[in-house]
Structure formats: C-alpha cells, structure tokens
T-cell receptor, first 117, second 114 residues
Framework: DSGVTQTPKHLITATGQRVTLRCSPR?????VYWYQQSLDQGLQFLIQ???????AKGNILERFSAQQFPDLHSELNLSSLELGDSALYFC????????????????FGPGTRLLVL | AQSVAQPEDQVNVAEGNPLTVKCTYS??????LFWYVQYPNRGLQFLLK??????LVKGSYGFEAEFNKSQTSFHLKKPSALVSDSALYFC????????????FGPGTRLSVLP
C-alpha cells in the first residue's frame, strides 16, 4: 500500500458526460501528478500540482482540468467524454522538495478505471 | 522534443540469470531519468531515478541502472532475475527545458522463466 488513495476504483459513464476523479496523496506529500494509461496511447503524463499550484503540464486535453485543494487532495475533471477517454487514470504523490531539488520519487495510487460507453 | 525508446517489446530471461531492459532517450537539456514497474493487475511502482551525480543508480528490489550520456541510454539491470520480477517496465524522461513534461517509453514486458 503506497498511501495514495484514489476514488472511485471503477467508473462507467456515457459519451458526453462529465466525471470527477479524486486523489488523496500520502500524508505530508505536497506534489500530486496525474497520468492516463490506455492501450492505444500508452502511459501519458497529464499534469502536476505542487502545494496547490500547477507545476507542470503534459498531454492534458482542454476538456480535462485538475486542481489541488488546500488540504492537498486533488481532483481531475473530465468533461464531454469520448470513447477514447476510456483508460486507467493514476495519480501519484511525491515528498516535499529539499532545497531546490525535487525529490521526484513518486508513490502511485491504485488507479481509477474509466469506461466510456 | 523529448522522446523515449524501449527497443524491445518483450524480454525473456531464465531465473538466476542477469537481466537488462534497454532504454534510450532524447532531450534538449539535462535529463531526469526514471524506471517504473507495473505488476499484473496492479498499479505503478517507482524503481529508481537518475537526477545528477553517480552514473550508476541503485533502486528497489535489487535493480540498478546506468546513465550513459554519450549513448543517451539508461538501461535497467539486475544481476540475478527472479520469477517475481516478471512485469511491465517503463522508462521515462523529464526535460526541465520543456515545461517539465514527463515522457514515457512504450514499456517492455519482462518474463522470467523458472
């Protein structure tokens, strides 16, 4: 158990709908990362937050958005869902920085499996 | 732009033999390099990272990787493979010259045969 929790574990929805995925990082971790894993696209980095601020952006679609709240949990919002959004969505957290060096050791949650019908 | 290649889709090795999973990368600046493992029906786990310093990096479960700047490679190695090492392995690079984006390789499936 990594200490990172994600809810829900499974989600089935229809095209055009909107869903919210939730991630709670390990206690004390300030960074949260979101990833998408699908058969055709492989593993893709979506976005990173550090202490409530967006830190880095990857291949995140405009239909997707994320935020990190003051209690450090994060939510990934997926809207206008398409069949191709069906994937496993992981979040990860990493420890606070030490000086200017990011720790970069990531602890992954179990993922949320999204199926869009 | 960044890219990561894992030239082998599948690596088979006998238990007890050394294993190597290959990774090459392309970045514009200095790379941060990572290996992750995904066991069947489970999430991802961090194995090791190269940020700076010694080119030989030791990680979890007896794995190590060697950063070779001239060959732009970061191969994952283990001296003696275990059946329990069978999993999907991902190499990733982070380029701080390009908005700190992570790019992952396609993955290499390792099968350790008893």
């Amino acid at each position: 158990d990594s200490g990172v929790t994600q809810t829900p574990k499974h989600l089935i929805t229809a095209t055009g709908q909107r869903v919210t995925l939730r991630c709670s990082p390990r206690s004390g971790d300030l960074s949260v990362y979101w990833y998408q894993q699908s058969l055709d696209q492989g593993l893709q980095f979506l976005i990173q937050y550090y202490n409530g601020e967006e830190r880095a952006k990857g291949n995140i679609l405009e239909r997707f958005s994320a935020q990190q709240f003051p209690d450090l949990h994060s939510e990934l919002n997926l809207s206008s869902l398409e069949l191709g959004d069906s994937a496993l969505y992981f979040c990860a957290s990493s420890p606070r920085t030490s000086g200017n060096v990011l720790q970069e050791t990531q602890y992954f949650g179990p993922g949320t499996r999204l199926l869009v019908l | 732009a960044q890219s990561v290649a894992q030239p082998e889709d599948q690596v088979n090795v006998a238990e007890g033999n050394p294993l190597t999973v290959k990774c090459t990368y392309s970045v514009s600046g200095n790379p941060y390099l990572f290996w992750y493992v995904q066991y069947p029906n489970r999430g991802l786990q961090f194995l090791l990272k190269y940020i700076t310093g010694d080119n030989l990096v030791k990680g979890s479960y007896g794995f190590e990787a060697e950063f070779n700047k001239s060959q732009t490679s970061f191969h994952l190695k283990k001296p003696s493979a275990l059946v329990s090492d069978s999993a999907l392995y991902f190499c990733a690079v982070r380029d701080f010259n390009y908005g700190q984006n992570f790019v992952f390789g396609p993955g290499t499936r390792l099968s350790v045969l008893p």
